[in-house]
């Protein structure tokens, strides 16, 4: 069983930054798909950016294109979420995810890390 373990979300302001990291343990996900999602207050969770393992191709949703990158260390096992550029609608709970099939998590999810941002 993977386990995934979020960090570095919080509390800034608008127009700033933070990066998000998604370390997995129990097996290497370098091979497999790996994506953040999101849950703001009142509303369904969303799918935010991701990538098959093997892929180069990385999916966004439209919202954070061109202000989020996402990322992947193999060698620490690894996956990345920088925000730049960050909107109060941005603020939400974000969850690390391991193993997607058809946009559908079949894997695991990670605890959530909480960003805030304010106006």
């Known amino acids: 069983q993977v386990q995934l373990v979020e960090s570095g979300g919080g509390l800034v302001q608008t127009g700033e930054s933070l990066r998000l990291s998604c370390a997995a343990s129990?097996?290497?996900?370098?091979?497999?798909?790996m994506a953040w999602f999101r849950q703001a207050p009142g509303k369904e969770r969303e799918f935010v950016a991701g990538?098959?393992?093997?892929?180069?191709?990385?999916y966004y949703t439209d919202s954070v294109k061109g202000r989020f990158a996402f990322s992947r260390d193999n060698a620490k096992n690894t996956v990345y979420l920088q925000m730049n550029s960050l909107k109060p609608e941005d603020t939400a709970v974000y969850y690390c995810?391991?193993?997607?099939?058809?946009?559908?998590?079949?894997?695991?999810w990670g605890q959530g890390t909480q960003v805030t941002v304010s106006s």
């Open positions: 995810a391991y193993d997607l099939r058809n946009g559908r998590v079949i894997g695991s």
């Open positions: 129990g097996r290497t996900v370098s091979s497999y798909a």
């Open positions: 990538n098959r393992g093997s892929d180069i191709m990385i």
